[in-house]
């Protein structure tokens, strides 16, 4: 059974920077992809980041391109994201997941490809 839980989330002003982590357990963590999601109340499930199972090649969501960093320690079981210059429309429940396949050169951003997901943390960033 695949356990993913988030910590790191809290209340920021805007500008200001956190650090999301997320630790894995149940299987291989240094086998799979790892992505970063959030929901905002009233909307989608939207992409945030991801990084492939050796961390050599990361994806980012349109909207925090050049702001969030997603990385790996696969001796630790931990994915993070680091957020900084956070803006008041990054307020959302992230949420931590991984994919049950195994991909060697691929890494998924859909969120219909990842079948694990943590109970999220909820990041508020105040204006």
């Known amino acids: 059974q695949v356990h993913l839980v988030e910590s790191g989330g809290g209340l920021v002003q805007a500008g200001g920077s956190l650090r999301l982590s997320c630790v894995a357990s149940?299987?291989?963590?240094?086998?799979?992809?790892m992505g970063w999601f959030r929901q905002a109340p009233g909307k989608e499930r939207e992409f945030v980041a991801a990084?492939?199972?050796?961390?050599?090649?990361?994806y980012y969501g349109d909207s925090v391109k050049g702001r969030f960093t997603i990385s790996r320690d696969n001796a630790k079981n931990t994915v993070y994201l680091q957020m900084n210059s956070l803006k008041p429309e990054d307020t959302a429940v992230y949420y931590c997941?991984?994919?049950?396949?195994?991909?060697?050169?691929?890494?998924?951003?859909?969120?219909?490809?990842?079948?694990?997901w943590g109970q999220g943390t909820q990041v508020t960033v105040s204006s």
């Open positions: 997941a991984s994919p049950n396949a195994y991909y060697s050169d691929y890494v998924p951003i859909g969120v219909s490809q990842y079948q694990y």
């Open positions: 990084i492939k199972w050796n961390g050599g090649s990361t």
């Open positions: 149940g299987r291989t963590f240094s086998r799979y992809a």
